[in-house]
């Protein structure tokens, strides 16, 4: 029987993408086992394997799809539990790891170091200083947004409002879009706050601030805030940083209009013209990896399903909470679809050029998303014996690998094999589908060989 000492051995002969896909594999088995405890469930039963695994998973890869209303099927232990798996899941398992060594003034090896670069999207500053200042953050992100969100639920629900607010504001910050409001209308999320905009902003604005990832808001602090408020001569904004600062904006703003257009005679016809200005930002806000509904998702058109499908594919930023091919991505493989089609050979974006590189990551990332989401959208047709149109389904399946969580009515009617297939999505969605095919690929890669151009005429 190997020791301690071998098995550390072994472990640290694990490469860095590996741990991190097992790592998250370890924390939804844990979630299962502690939610399939009666404990765990408001009528004191064991809760199902599949439901117990389906909500595990949703939780740790913060999307936000259940099965039964949070607050109506799970105990107060069960929404602890599923609040600890939504703050694990969303700065990720090896970013607290690490922080909390630094926290203890433990020393970083070169091993954890290279753990925590892949866990934060391969960023190659400070690793140690960035993981300090992720903590930081979501700890003041999440705080604010409370105490906040405790102006309007205290009032309403007396000291249960405190910790109303404490939830939501993990889940919003972290893109979960898990609520417990089941209390006042089962399955019915903030479409009771549809017309309040101290709930729906901050809400949206957590999203946001959890969604551009942590190195834009290292970025942004450090080279305009602070310099700023120290009256000191500001720096430009790196491109990474304005890359995605302008296309999150732009998908806010694009998102926004196309709600308030497509829906102002259907789920919002009955609301005044702020309330369907606030509904449709906070729908575009949710939409791109949070999950919270304030208007009635299964009633809308089939068109704004498939402009929520888009926002939901594309996603949020790189080292965030968030899901999705990201917002960079997006960004990568519209400059080399523009750049070909203006006669370029390589991608340009804002007068910058675009390594070959990073294409085919985007387009491999792309590509692997694309068939996750054909063969989760075939498995929910084909073993469902409820009728869900093809629309819904595809919506659900664009749900599961942005991990956003919306969805139109299709969840609660899963078959075992739909859940266990959307899990799976779940899964593949928060680790990324080229980090799960690394993870899973043989170690021993050939490199280095020369080999011989193959012409093709393609189009």
């Not at 294409?359 to 590509?367: E, G, K, W």
Request: net charge positive.
């Amino acid at each position: 029987m190997p020791n301690l000492s071998e098995t550390l051995k072994k472990l640290k002969e694990v490469e860095p993408v590996r741990l991190i896909v097992s790592s998250f594999f370890l924390i939804i088995v844990v979630g299962t086992i502690l939610l399939m405890l009666p404990i765990s469930s408001r009528g004191g039963k064991m809760t199902a394997l599949v439901d117990a695994l389906f909500t595990a998973t949703s939780a740790t890869c913060v999307t936000g799809l259940v099965v039964f209303d949070t607050w109506t099927h799970w105990s107060t232990f069960g929404h602890v539990v599923i609040l600890a798996l939504i703050q694990v899941g969303g700065l990720g398992f090896v970013t607290l790891a690490t922080g909390f060594n630094l926290l203890l003034r433990r020393k970083l090896g070169l091993r954890d170091l290279l753990l925590a670069r892949e866990s934060a999207s391969g960023n190659s500053m400070d690793v140690s200083y960035l993981i300090k200042m992720i903590l930081k953050f979501t700890v003041a992100c999440e705080a604010v947004g409370a105490v906040i969100l405790m102006f309007r639920f205290v009032p309403q629900f007396g000291a249960y409002g405190i910790w109303i607010s404490v939830f939501e504001s993990v889940s919003a910050y972290c893109n979960a879009g898990f609520d417990i409001l089941g209390f006042v209308e089962p399955d019915a999320s903030l479409m009771n706050y549809v017309d309040d905009p101290l709930v729906c902003l901050t809400i949206s604005f957590l999203i946001i601030l959890g969604g551009i990832g942590f190195v834009v808001v290292d970025d942004v602090l450090y080279s305009q805030i602070l310099p700023r408020i120290k009256k000191q001569k500001r720096r430009r904004l790196n491109f990474h940083s304005t890359t995605v600062l302008i296309s999150t904006g732009f998908l806010l703003v694009l998102g926004t209009i196309l709600y308030f257009c497509c829906e102002y005679d259907n789920t919002m016809k009955d609301m005044h013209f702020l309330t369907r200005l606030n509904a449709s930002f906070f729908q575009s806000a949710s939409a791109r990896t949070a999950g919270f509904a304030s208007i009635d998702i299964a009633a809308e058109h089939d068109f704004t399903k498939i402009i929520t499908i888009v926002l939901m594919f594309i996603g949020a930023s790189p080292a965030s909470t968030g899901g999705g091919i990201k917002t960079t991505t997006f960004v990568v493989l519209a400059a080399a679809v523009c750049s070909v089609m203006s006669g370029r050979t390589d991608a340009v974006f804002r007068r910058r050029r675009i390594e070959q590189a990073t294409v085919y990551r985007a387009l491999a990332i792309f590509t692997a998303a694309l068939l996750v989401l054909l063969i989760t959208t075939g498995v929910i047709l084909s073993t469902n014996s409820v009728p869900i149109s093809g629309v819904d389904a595809l919506f659900e399946a664009a749900s599961a690998f942005g991990t956003v969580g919306l969805t139109a009515g299709v969840t609660p009617v899963l078959s075992v094999p739909s859940k266990l297939i959307v899990s799976l999505t779940m899964f593949i969605g928060r680790v990324g589908p080229v980090s799960l095919a690394l993870a899973l690929s043989l170690r021993h890669r050939d490199v280095g060989a020369v080999l011989p151009e193959g012409k093709l005429i393609v189009g």
